[in-house]
């Protein structure tokens, strides 16, 4: 059984850092694409970052480019997002995503983990 698991939001002021973790389990890690979706209360899922399975290349959305950074570690089975300057419309619940062979880069993905809520204060 497949499970992705995400872990380390919580509440931090505007200008704050905070890193979050996804940890795979049940898959061949190395050959899923994984990529970080976040989702604000009323609004749409949207794509936050990727990173490929084979290069490591990574793909961000222009609203968090700069600021946040994602990275694997095969070994352990994790992707983490390095979040920085955060800001008070970064606020929403994040996802992690896997997907096989392919780039993460919509929501048609093989597997979603449950969510992290991260909050950011004025």
């Known amino acids: 059984q497949v499970q992705l698991a995400e872990s380390g939001g919580g509440l931090v002021q505007a200008g704050g850092s905070l890193r979050l973790t996804c940890a795979g389990s049940g898959l061949t890690f190395s050959t899923y694409s994984m990529g970080w979706f976040r989702q604000a209360p009323g609004k749409e899922r949207e794509f936050v970052g990727s990173?490929?399975?084979?290069?490591?290349?990574?793909n961000y959305a222009d609203s968090v480019k700069g600021r946040f950074t994602i990275s694997r570690d095969n070994a352990k089975n994790t992707v983490y997002l390095q979040m920085n300057s955060l800001k008070p419309e970064d606020t929403a619940v994040y996802y992690c995503?896997?997907?096989?062979?392919?780039?993460?880069?919509?929501?048609?993905?093989?597997?979603w983990g449950q969510g992290t809520q991260v909050t950011v204060s004025s």
């Open positions: 995503a896997a997907k096989r062979w392919k780039p993460v880069v919509l929501l048609d993905n093989d597997y």
């Open positions: 990173i490929s399975w084979s290069s490591g290349r990574t």
